[in-house]
């Protein structure tokens, strides 16, 4: 059978799998569509937040990003893991504990303010759309390779499916669904990943074939690596860091924070039965983040010393460009890969010196995609990474198109506009709403501020920046008021956008950039994607400063802060 | 009252070992001191490079579940476990 009849085939399955799950499924009552009724099992919850959390950045992206970063990719390994530490300690189980259905009702009533709620909602809708729109572009990088058709094409394709499946079930479908979800895609990641491993190192698990000696040889894998990109000019894979050891220290904490300050996370602890769940969750959440994240540097490894073997063979000569792989032509169409012959030789020249380099485009998005092909794997392995690619990415765009159009239909319209508003109309709404996210994301994907993971990076900033400080002074101090935590948000929020706008353009359209995303402009070196760390300091700093120059909060919100320290009394996720 | 109060003062002393713990194996071994500990090797790993890469991660899934896990305890200690609720 063809790779592209196959792909359709796997592809094709794994999505009738899901839609027949969420129609199973399906919602019926409003708490049903939020929050599932509360009564997920821990594992399986910790498997839904999984596929959740993994998104095209995890999946599609991340490993590329590494391949060409090397240890400086760490920053994504440990701030995507890490964050879910201060999450089981420092949040989910207390906001399990509040009980109610959303992030910012959380933050409204804690804070006694309905301005407080509105600010959380726009924090939360920055920080979303930016998500969807490296989601957008892992499926859009996705659906031009397996149509064969321009990466334009396939990001229109893809908001069409992803507006259908969004829109068929509420959380309920979405756990159910997820959970399917997650099985594909860690089969999908970890299959290639075992028989690349044992095609280099003859170990299996590429957790420890990383560190194994290549097969036939008594060198081992890394050592190679750094070796042969050294010969090609490049700097070593195994120290290089990302710019700077201050920069990385940044982004891990702007990363690590940002994971536990994203609303369609955190709306996931909700679900659990009790308290102590909310614990065991984050931890199980996280052992199914692990086989994922532990795969990736292997991942990565791998594919660099694929690729550049490929065009620099091991015998010394290079490609000849009319004699390249099937898979090169494929992703050339896509306009995602691009090589030019400087020299007219008709021969691929790889380098580090921009000058002789003749590989001129490789999307970091493909790697993950073409590794498979790359290693010369069979077609239903290629063809299942394409399907665990979609999945990924489906289940995250799903999971923050859930989140923002609650945000607007229960919080903006019930919370606050409209308070008579009925069942019925509130679905309408949130339906609207993730129609519109969808459009402005899918536009803005058109010409995405980085690739998907570094997207998804910038969005982790933004919340990190915004929402995470609020929700931890509102459990940690009870002084905490609500003049000091808005005044915290919209100076945490603030400053992170104007740093990131000033670099990536207003609403990342590249040519509104006031002062062009040149590192010599960053501070202290920190770049863009790097910021929301700094501004949750900032955030930390105003709203500690304001709380303390106005009254403490009424004595009823001190006694809710010490009520949700304690797991006893937790009934279930309550509206109000 | 006070037994809510030593329970949160346990509850926040086990967070700040943990968060130790989290903060050492991630930012100090990961990456302050990622260039000494990358003189040492671990099978084909750099240790640095290992902790940055995988250490770190199976360090904090450990860590999770050894809070929820003592937590889980001080619940029962303090009385303020949610099982006497129904």
């Known amino acids: ?576 | 009252m006070s037994q809510k109060a030593d329970y949160w003062s346990a509850n926040l002393r086990l967070i700040a070992l943990c968060l130790a713990i989290w903060f050492v194996v991630s930012f100090v071994f990961g990456i302050i001191l990622v260039e000494p500990l990358n003189n040492i090797s671990l099978g084909g790993y750099k240790l640095g490079f290992w902790f940055a890469q995988q250490g770190s991660i199976y360090v904090f899934v450990a860590l999770i579940f050894f809070y929820a896990n003592r937590m889980g305890k001080l619940d029962k200690e303090h009385d303020v476990h949610e099982d006497k609720d129904v």
């Open chain 1, 1 to 576: 059978m063809s790779l592209q009849a196959m792909t359709y085939l796997v592809v094709g399955m794994t999505f009738a799998l899901y839609i027949g799950i969420a129609i199973w499924s399906r919602a019926s009552t409003t708490k049903d569509f939020y929050v599932a009724g509360s009564h997920v099992h821990p594992v399986a919850n910790g498997m839904a937040t999984a596929a959740d959390w993994m998104s095209a950045a995890s999946f599609i992206s991340m490993a590329g990003l590494i391949a060409f970063m090397g240890y400086g990719g760490s920053v994504f390994l440990m701030g995507w893991t890490g964050g879910y530490v201060l999450l089981a300690m420092l949040l989910a189980p207390y906001l399990r504990k509040f009980g109610k259905f959303t992030v910012p009702e959380f933050i409204g009533d804690r804070y006694y303010s309905k301005t407080a709620r509105i600010v959380a909602v726009i924090c939360l809708i920055v920080a979303s759309v930016t998500y969807v729109i490296g989601q957008m572009k892992g499926i859009g990088v996705a659906f031009s390779r397996f149509l064969e058709v321009d990466y334009n094409v396939g990001l229109v394709i893809g908001m069409g499916i992803v507006f259908v499946y969004a829109v068929l079930g509420g959380m309920k479908g979405i756990t159910y669904t997820q959970i399917a979800q997650y099985c594909v895609l860690i089969l999908a990641y970890t299959i290639p990943a075992i028989f690349i491993s044992l095609t280099l190192t003859g170990v299996p698990l590429p957790q420890l074939g990383l560190g194994a000696t290549m097969s036939g040889s008594e060198v081992f894998l890394l050592d190679r690596l750094d070796q042969v990109l050294s010969d090609l000019g490049f700097s070593d894979y195994t120290t290089t860091a990302r710019l700077s050891h201050l920069n990385m220290f940044v982004y891990t904490f702007s990363l690590m924070i940002g994971t536990a300050g994203l609303p369609h996370v955190i709306i996931r602890f909700f679900t659990v039965p009790k308290v102590k769940d909310a614990r065991s969750s984050a931890g199980w959440a996280l052992v199914f983040i692990a086989i994922l994240y532990t795969t990736a540097p292997g991942v990565a490894a791998m594919a660099r010393l694929n690729l550049i073997e490929t065009v620099n063979k091991p015998d010394g000569t290079q490609l000849v460009y009319a004699e390249r792989p099937t898979w090169m032509q494929k992703w050339e169409e896509t306009g995602l890969l691009a090589f030019e012959d400087k020299n007219g030789d008709g021969r691929i020249v790889y380098s580090a010196d921009a000058e002789v380099n003749e590989m001129v485009k490789v999307d970091r998005d493909i790697m993950v995609l073409a590794n498979p092909e790359i290693a010369g794997l069979p077609n239903w392995v290629i063809a299942l990474v394409a399907a665990g690619g979609l999945a990924a990415a489906l289940s995250t765009a799903a999971g923050l198109l859930l989140a923002i159009s609650s945000a607007i239909s229960h919080d903006l319209l019930k919370g606050v506009f409209k308070p008579d508003v009925t069942e019925q109309q509130e679905l309408l709404a949130s339906r609207i709403a993730m129609a519109f996210a969808i459009l402005l994301a899918g536009y803005l994907g058109f010409n995405p501020p980085d690739f998907a993971a570094g997207t998804v990076a910038l969005a982790f900033g933004l919340a990190a920046s915004s929402i995470f400080p609020a929700l931890m002074m509102g459990i940690f101090n009870k002084r905490m008021n609500k003049e000091g935590a808005i005044a915290g948000m919209v100076a945490g929020l603030g400053v992170t956008l104007l740093y990131v706008f000033q670099h990536k353009g207003i609403m990342f359209i590249a040519s509104t950039s006031y002062l062009g995303d040149m590192s010599p402009n960053w501070f202290l070196g920190i770049e863009p994607n790097a910021f929301g760390a700094i501004g949750a300091l900032i955030n930390f700093g105003v709203a500690y400063v304001v709380s303390h120059m106005t009254a403490a909060p009424p004595e009823h919100i001190q006694h809710i802060v010490e009520d949700i320290r304690v797991p006893h009394g937790a009934g279930e996720a309550i509206s109000h």
